[in-house]
């Protein structure tokens, strides 16, 4: 029914009733609206009507009970009930009334009226049964809802007689109800019906037909119809709407015809356009290229800078061993100082610009903490011990041994602010004071991976530093200019201490990349105390580093320690303790000798240098007179003042260590005193090696030629034959290599692999060619020792092969092995070197070697000359190279990075600088894998590590 309804209306096109559009809505609602408020209404007429006819009922039906109760009582005495009937006859002939009895005290009926005949009285008669008594009848009646009764007392001289019942129904007035409901009803429907009627035609006139315009004009609109408008006679709100369209139109039309004429311009425009992005992508190519260039002259400003740099501080470090007069002393001193201040302003520069630019990234590598500290303390020991400044460090015992961190980032903060500590000390002490908090367990190393793991390395500490000193100290007013950039305490012209103003701020930026903090405490004229924090994973310390220690050497040696600083004493005796000795400290020699001369046992005595030499002097040889202590072993503590050291080291019989002490150096000097008491205390530079026998090139003659393009490489092998009696030529590469055979025959030629121009395999290759049946012994001596390397150059028809650094005994069989020139040649099949494979080290491992391998350069037997001739080969060799690696590593040219490491691989190894070494090892083997670029890390530590090892180098000479 519903869709043919609509159906219909749709065949009708009687869009106003259809239940999409508004008119049906409006209408639906209207009409329901009107409809409730007309029922309501009528509903609340109806109950007010039916309420007031039931009072007045009600009171009616009372009225006649009164009457009747007070007519009775005279007819009751009189007897005289035939008027009381005829008025109870009168009064039941209202129909409302159905019933009227009158009763005594006893219920007993005296007069009724009960028309039998009325509908509610039938309804109370059942129809099988005989009439009922008026009693029983009267109480059927009531069950009905519609019949009500009134009870009246009959009094007389207040006195009840009786009773007076009237029984009435509202059923009449109920019905009554009913029609005037069904008339409201309908007048309410037809009124409802007119006004929706009368709503509907006025909303289809007045919104209605304006919106289906609207409607008709805006499909119009969308159709691209732009001409079509709105009627706009009507001034309400309609018509406002339509007027608005109608500008909106217009505005669209003048907007179209706008953008035509922008798309007419736009398109004759376009070719200029698309030159002017040409134009633009060059524009910023060109951009991109400039910042590149500016990102690698920054990368390359630092090495371009520092080689020079620490070219002239090792150089003139040089200078001042050699014999000068005091006025070039002092020239000399002052061009070192300068270019270190220099060196130090220029790497503050860098660091913070690094640090600026988000480039600079933290190692996280495993290193002993102890000896970085020592390093750090070892390294500004001179600076400290020329201004008489103590340096003396403590570390807790909780503190763990080995760590994770960045160690190159956290010995930069150290030196910074221990060396400030020092600048700003003019005598007295500077105390590096290390503390840990556990903070969280970590994730368990590879070491415990598989086993539960308990150990307390498995954690996260934060390891506090504090550097306290009791110099000049800051006024609190200026304290938070401190860590600031650019910025000192003194920025006067007339201020006595330099520097860039960066230090600290650079400590600090580091100090948060580690996670940790900086801060300081001071009080002016009182010295002061930098604190800083990092976060740092404890490392498993390595298993051959946690045999324990032999406790029965050193338990229960009675020590004697003669300190008159009062922080190195207790340091001193502290560390000993944990050793199991049993220590006795003192700070003046008269109470040491008074113990002695009472013959107190005493095992070893530890004694400071630094009170009067004469008083040292005189004490260790009355000691050696006493018949109890001839043998008793001495070790003593002497500055790093090359006069005072020297001067310690003219005491014979005694073991000498340098302040600040590394707690592995005095341990060892322990150990050898009692394991090896008859052993030399010192052992000298040099050991005389029975290999380099001067007379050996008789037994051997042999024409030697050395093909080597590294200077020191050169020197030293050439005087190594020197000490062996040969006088050998030289070349450097392997054209010189062949022009030297054209010129006179050789027997033996010690070829370089990696050469300029040509190198020895190319070498080796066309002298095989050029002579096939006779030609010299030719011994391929590399810094690399691989088994590729190896067969490599036994393909390319070397004899033998041997490897840096060079050991004496491999160059005495390959001598004695030599066949002379006129001898047919037996190539032999496997090298004599016994270094079996050279393995590629990682960054972290080439840190973790020594810096100087002693054991290397005590193995020439050269003089404190001869070895420093070669470290000033050395020194100025060297920067050449580091220039050389720069360059590469900032154009990525691969080639030159791995041959320039080698080169400088090869001169380290043979001067037994091992750390610099396998450094140069690591960057050599990313050249060779092409990634010449990831080495721009290494290249800051390799420069400093050079620095770091002429360093070490001269303080072995010396």
């Known amino acids: 029914m519903k869709a043919t309804v609509n159906k219909v209306l749709n065949q009708l096109h009687c869009w106003p009733l259809r239940r999409q559009s508004l008119t049906f809505q409006y209408l639906a609602v209207a009409s329901v609206f009107l409809l409730a408020i007309q029922l309501v209404f009528g509903l609340i007429q109806i109950e007010w009507r039916y309420v007031r006819q039931l009072h007045l009922l009600e009171q009616k039906v009372e009225k006649n009970a009164r009457f009747i109760s007070g007519v009775v009582p005279e007819a009751i005495l009189t007897l005289d009930f035939l008027s009381v009937e005829t008025l109870i006859r009168q009064a039941s002939e209202d129909e409302d009334i159905l019933y009227i009895l009158v009763l005594d005290n006893e219920a007993q009926p005296l007069t009724r009226s ?69 008339i409201i009803l309908l007048a309410s429907v037809a009124v409802s019906l007119l006004m929706a009627s009368l709503t509907l035609i006025l909303f289809n006139r007045q919104v209605n037909r304006p919106l289906h315009a609207v409607i008709e004009w805006a499909q119009a609109l969308a159709a691209g119809n732009l001409e079509q408008r709105v009627l706009t006679q009507r001034q309400d709100e309609i018509g406002q709407l339509n007027a608005a369209l109608n500008t909106m139109a217009q505005q669209l039309q003048t907007t179209l015809a706008g953008l035509q004429q922008r798309i007419t311009e736009r398109q004759a425009a376009e070719q200029q356009l698309q030159q002017t992005a040409k134009e633009l992508v060059q524009a910023r190519d060109e951009a991109l290229a400039a910042t590149q260039a500016k990102g690698e002259f920054l990368a390359n400003m630092s090495h371009e800078i520092r080689t020079p740099m620490n070219g002239v501080i090792g150089m003139t470090s040089l200078l001042l061993e050699t014999p000068l007069t005091q006025q070039q002393q002092d020239y000399a001193e002052t061009i070192r100082s300068s270019g270190e201040s220099l060196l130090t302003i220029i790497n503050d520069i860098l660091d913070f610009s690094k640090i600026e630019s988000g480039k600079l990234e933290l190692e996280n590598q495993s290193f002993h903490l102890r000896t970085c500290l020592e390093e750090v303390l070892e390294l500004l020991a001179t600076k400290a011990a020329v201004k008489s400044v103590m340096l003396t460090y403590a570390m807790d015992a909780d503190v763990p041994p080995v760590i994770n961190g960045d160690v190159t980032r956290l010995r930069q903060i150290l030196v910074n602010l221990v060396g400030n500590a020092i600048k700003f000390t003019p005598a007295g002490d500077v105390v590096v004071k290390v503390t840990t908090t556990v903070i969280a367990d970590t994730e368990p190393p590879p070491q415990c991976e598989g086993t539960p793991c308990q150990s307390p390395a498995c954690q996260t500490h934060q390891i506090q530093f504090a550097v306290q000193d009791n110099g000049i100290g800051i006024p609190v007013a200026r304290q938070e200019r401190l860590f600031k950039s650019f910025s000192q305490i003194d920025a006067s012209t007339s201020r006595q201490y330099g520097g860039t103003g960066l230090g600290l701020a650079i400590c600090k930026q580091l100090c948060h990349l580690m996670g940790g903090d900086i801060w300081v405490d001071s009080d002016e004229g009182q010295g002061s105390t930098f604190s800083f924090t990092i976060l740092a994973n404890a490392c498993p310390v390595p298993d051959a580093e946690t045999a324990p220690l032999p406790e029965e050497v050193l338990n229960s040696k009675r020590l004697l320690i003669l300190e008159e600083h009062e922080q190195t004493r207790a340091i001193l005796a502290d560390q000993c303790q944990q050793w199991g000795m049993v220590v006795q400290t003192t700070t003046a020699i008269a109470t040491a000798r008074s113990w002695l001369e009472r013959s107190v046992p005493f095992d070893a005595v530890i004694l400071t240098t630094t009170l009067a030499a004469t008083n040292i002097t005189e004490f260790v040889n009355w000691i050696r007179q006493q018949s109890a202590y001839q043998a008793l072993p001495l070790i003593l503590l002497s500055t790093v003042i090359p006069e005072e050291f020297a001067a310690a080291n003219q005491i014979t019989n005694a073991i000498v260590l340098k302040k600040p002490i590394r707690q592995s150096y005095l341990h060892d000097a322990l150990m050898r005193v009692f394991v090896s008491p008859t052993a030399p205390a010192s052992p000298p530079l ?273």
């Open 114 to 182: 009960l028309p039998r005949d009325h509908p509610a009285l039938l309804r109370a008669q059942p129809a099988e049964l005989p009439p009922l008594p008026p009693l029983d009848l009267v109480e059927q009646a009531r069950t009905q809802n519609h019949v009500r009764e009134i009870r009246a007392p009959i009094m007389s001289d207040g006195r009840q007689l009786g009773e007076v019942w009237l029984g009435y129904s509202t059923q009449n007035l109920r019905q009554e109800l009913y029609r005037a409901s069904l």
């Open 686 to 958: 040099a050991v005389p090696n029975k290999l380099l026998n001067p007379h050996f090139s008789q037994q051997h003659p042999l024409r030697i030629l050395l093909a080597e393009d590294n200077t020191v490489n050169q020197k030293l092998a050439l005087g190594l034959l020197q000490r062996m009696g040969y006088r050998a030529e030289a070349v450097g590469n392997g054209l010189e290599v062949i022009d030297a055979l054209y010129r006179q025959p050789y027997d033996l030629i010690l070829m370089d692999v990696q050469m300029p121009e040509m190198d020895g395999l190319t070498a080796t290759r066309e002298i095989c060619r050029i002579w096939p049946r006779q030609r010299p012994w030719i011994v391929a001596v590399t810094a690399n020792a691989m088994q590729g390397d190896r067969t490599a150059c036994l393909a390319a028809g070397v004899d033998a092969y041997i490897s840096k650094p060079i050991h004496l005994a491999e160059l005495v069989t390959i001598l004695e092995q030599c066949p002379k020139y006129d001898a047919p040649a037996t190539p032999r099949a496997t090298p004599p070197s016994s270094a079996a494979v050279d393995i590629p080290v990682s960054q972290a491992a080439a840190m973790a070697l020594p810096l100087i391998d002693r054991a290397t350069l005590d193995s020439y037997g050269f003089d404190a000359g001869t070895l420093a001739m070669l470290i000033e080969s050395f020194v100025t060799e060297t920067p050449d190279l580091l220039a050389q690696i720069a360059a590469a590593i900032a154009t990525a040219n691969a080639p030159q990075l791995s041959f320039a490491a080698h080169t400088l691989k090869s001169a380290s190894v043979a001067l037994g600088v091992a750390r610099l070494s396998a450094l140069c090892q690591h960057l050599e083997g990313l050249g060779k894998a092409g990634t010449a670029a990831a080495a721009s890390d290494q290249l800051e530590i390799l420069q400093d590590l050079y620095i770091q090892s002429v360093q070490a180098l001269e303080a072995l000479v010396a």
